[in-house]
């Protein structure tokens, strides 16, 4: 069905709206994909904080115009289905990746994050990137660490001076 005017200058605002919050953008081939397959990628995608959508390619490079995606312009050919990670930068990536597993016919051909243009063998970069929990949980190891350094100089100090625990306090009551 084609689109009106309006109906074209709505779904332009919708993904220029969706484009300038976005932290990546997948371009992947879908020609041959079922409507199973469609359905449980945009299931999955829901969840995953995925904004996924199927659209004319000029209508995309209008949309993405001004934004950081603005370098994928030229890149857009054949029908494509765009996934841009809404909530963490790898998001798109692995579902993506995910999908094309199973579906031959998925294929990425274009990976923008942050304003740069990477070739389709990007997404398994993107998709290895860390979600924020596994981040935070990796941050969190990084600041523990030094305490845990601390409380192990502490503890062969103590040792050193022959007391284990209580040696401190006897070496404090010495003084």
Do not use: C, W
């Not at 659209?55 to 490079?61: G, I, P, Q, R």
């Not at 100090?157 to 007391?163: F, P």
Request: cysteine-free.
């Amino acid at each position: 069905m084609a689109l009106n005017l309006s109906q074209k200058q709505e779904v332009v605002a919708e993904l220029a709206e969706v484009a300038a919050k976005a932290h990546s953008l997948v371009a992947a081939e879908y020609a041959g994909t079922t409507v199973e397959q469609m359905t449980a990628m945009r299931k999955k995608a829901r969840e995953s904080g995925v904004f996924l959508k199927v659209v004319k390619n000029t209508l995309a490079s209008r949309a993405v115009g001004g934004t950081e995606f603005e370098v994928v312009k030229d890149a857009l050919t054949g029908p494509l289905l765009y996934a841009f990670s809404m909530e963490e930068p790898g998001a798109a990536g692995r579902l993506i990746k995910e999908f094309a597993k199973s579906n031959d016919k998925l294929k990425p051909r274009v990976v923008s994050v942050e304003g740069k243009l990477f070739p389709a063998a990007h997404v398994d970069v993107l998709a290895s990137l860390p979600t924020r929990e596994e981040a935070l949980a990796m941050l969190a190891r990084v600041l523990a660490e030094p305490a845990a350094m601390f409380a192990r100089a502490v503890k062969a100090v103590a040792d050193k001076q022959g007391g284990g625990e209580a040696a401190p306090a006897e070496a404090a009551a010495e003084a």
